[in-house]
C-alpha cells in the first residue's frame, strides 16, 4: 500500500554522493524532504537540483535536509554534478541517493508502472522529526516542482505545529491563520490576546503575534 499521511517513513541504508546514507540516522531531529528524479541528465532534473542547492540556506533556517534520489548509479550522479554546477551556477551541495536497486524506489512507491515501469516519477515527501510523513506530492516527469510551494507548505506545518491554528488558501508566512475548530473561544482568549476576525463561528481569521 502507498505511504499515506503519518505513517512512519521507511528507513533504509543506501549509497549516495554523501557517502552511505543510513536515512533516520541521517535524518536526526531535522525535518526531511526527500524527492525523487525519473533519470540523470534529464532537463528538468538539472534545474531541480540547481534550485535545491540555491536553497539550502532556506531549508537549514527551517530546520531541514534535502535528499534527492535517482535510479541510476553512482558513478552516473558523480558526472552529472559537473553539469548541474555548470548550467545552474550552484553545485550539489545535499546527498543524492543511487537508487539502481530500486530498493528506497519500491518502499515510497516512486515508481508508478501506467507512467513508466522503470524510471522514479517525480515523488515528494515531507517528514518530520518523528519520522512521520507529513506531506505526498506526485508530479509527472515533464513538469518541474515548485520549491516555493514546498518551502510554504514546510512553513505551514512547522506553524501549526507550534500553534493551534491552521492556514488558509495561498497563505504564505505572515498572513492571517485560522484558529482550528477543537479551541473554542475561551480557549482562544488564553491563546489569542491579540483577539480575532471571527466570520463564522468555524472561521476565526487571526494574526499572529511575532
Not at 101 to 116: F, T
Request: glycine residues 6%; contains cysteine.
Amino acid at each position: 500500500m502507498a505511504l499515506q499521511l503519518g505513517d512512519i517513513a521507511p528507513d533504509f541504508t543506501q549509497d549516495s554522493t554523501d557517502g552511505t546514507i543510513n536515512f533516520h540516522e541521517w535524518a536526526g531531529d531535522n525535518w526531511v524532504i526527500l524527492f525523487s528524479h525519473p533519470k540523470d541528465f534529464t532537463p528538468v532534473c538539472t534545474t531541480e537540483l540547481g534550485e535545491v542547492s540555491r536553497l539550502k540556506p532556506e531549508f537549514e533556517k527551517r530546520n531541514a535536509k534535502a535528499i534527492g534520489l535517482s535510479v541510476d548509479p553512482l558513478d552516473d550522479h558523480k558526472a552529472w554534478e559537473g553539469d548541474i554546477k555548470e548550467t545552474q551556477g550552484h553545485g550539489l551541495n545535499f546527498p543524492l541517493l543511487a537508487d539502481a536497486d530500486r530498493k528506497v524506489s519500491s518502499l515510497y512507491g516512486m515508481i508508478h508502472p501506467n507512467a513508466n515501469d522503470t524510471l522514479t516519477v517525480r515523488s515528494v515527501f515531507i517528514i518530520d522529526p518523528s519520522k512521520k510523513v507529513r506531506l505526498t506530492l506526485t508530479y509527472p516527469a515533464s513538469t518541474g516542482r515548485n520549491f516555493a510551494e514546498i518551502l510554504r507548505v514546510l512553513d505551514s506545518l512547522q506553524l501549526t505545529d507550534s500553534q493551534k491554528v491552521a492556514t488558509p488558501v495561498n497563505w504564505t508566512d505572515g498572513d492571517d491563520c485560522i484558529i482550528v475548530p477543537s479551541v473554542d473561544n475561551e480557549t482562544a482568549k488564553g491563546l489569542f490576546p491579540q483577539g480575532w476576525d471571527e466570520k463564522k463561528p468555524y472561521l476565526r481569521m487571526v494574526k499572529l503575534q511575532k
